[in-house]
């Protein structure tokens, strides 16, 4: 008997993959088939949905009306969406779009698994994931929700205050990671400095990574979204002396301004922020700092928006993403009155990167000659496709590798040396 098919479609972060994956180890495998793509040819399709910001929830509605269509074709029969947007907006969407089956919340991976399964029994396994990542690397969320109130953030909203999983159920879901293939952990949360308060009441980010790293088959470990004024100093030592800790930092500024950084309730001013960054260079001379920022954000003029655009010129990240400000419903930001127009906003997203895309390529300019340990993800074209350390999947650089007569195996870690680059990937040839 042909097994149902089970399509899980995931939006927004990697916060968001992880609970797909999880969720996606809960169907029987006798039963159930399940994958993770776009195909809308399913007979079952789950949207795991993103409510972040303006841009991200348009991203949501759209694909959930594209599979609403698809279902009322007959490409599929049940369409559910979680996450997110269903979260914070589930009874309007269920009376806008009642072409879904059933609408479920951020944190009800088991509810949705034991409704399409109709099986009470199913419980929810931390150390069960079925990867949609390939089998080299993976994310390890380490907690969920923030106790932290930024202004303009409705993640606490959504998926409530802190709640870290423990040092032992981490180490255990990553042994048996790095038994099924997994060389890369990327660690997530909404703020990693934060980790353990809630279980230990002390940061204990750093005795995480430290037993993680004693797992033999894990080479790199990542550290992605963490927050500035209470990142602790252990833990940069510790990226400085343990040569599995990648040598990058994924850190969230938003803004330099001192009167924006307050408003949008940050905790740290300019000084501090500038003060911070200089230290972990300082720190770790050779690590790859991605940051973003958020621009047009009320209160945010001409003057001090070139204000941020000489921090980021100054300071010469080597990763930046920006984002323009949209107001969210329940934030303290909601009510401050937004007065610059989204055109405005537009522009000023154009022109950060604009300036980020010049220091990108002079950063990947001087690395030409320079020989990197490169992990290599996928075949696209006539390369290999592959990252070094200083580079997180999907969001940073890529390192392009000819395929000519070399034969790497997806997975493998290789020498190269860069011979080539632009503002985003650098080409590479194999040591001989």
Known sequence: MAKTTINIITLGCSKNKVDSEHLAALFPSNYYLVRHDSEKKSDIVIINTCGFIGDAKEESVDTILSFA?????????????????????????KKEIPEVDAYFGANAIETIAQHIVKQSEIQFDQSKRKLSTPKHYAYLKISEGCDHKCAFCAIPLIRGKQQ???????????????????????????????????????????QLVEALSEIKEIEWIRLQYAYPNTFPDDLLQLMRTNAKVCKYIDLPLQHINSVILKAMKRGIDRQQTINFVRKVRKTVPEIAFRTTFIVGFPGETEEV???????????RFERVGVFAYSPEEGTAAFDLEDVIPDEVKQERVAVLMEIQQQIALEINESRVGTIE?????????????????FDSPEVDNEILIPIENSRLVIGQFVDARIVKADFFDCEARLLS
């Open 69 to 93: 269509e698809a279902k009322q074709i007959g490409e599929l029969k049940k369409l559910y969406v979680m996450g997110c947007l269903s979260e914070r907006y589930g009874d309007y969407l």
């Open 164 to 206: 870290s999983v423990s040092i032992e159920a981490l180490v255990n879901e990553a042994r048996i990671l790095s038994k099924r293939g997994v060389k890369e952990l990327i660690l997530i949360a909404q703020d990693l400095t934060y980790y353990g308060v809630d279980l230990y009441g002390k940061r204990a980010i750093t």
């Open 305 to 315: 928006f070139e204000e941020l655009c000489r921090f980021v010129r100054d300071m």
């Open 373 to 389: 340990k490169v992990l290599i993800d996928r075949v696209e074209g006539d390369f290999y496709v592959g990252r070094t350390q």
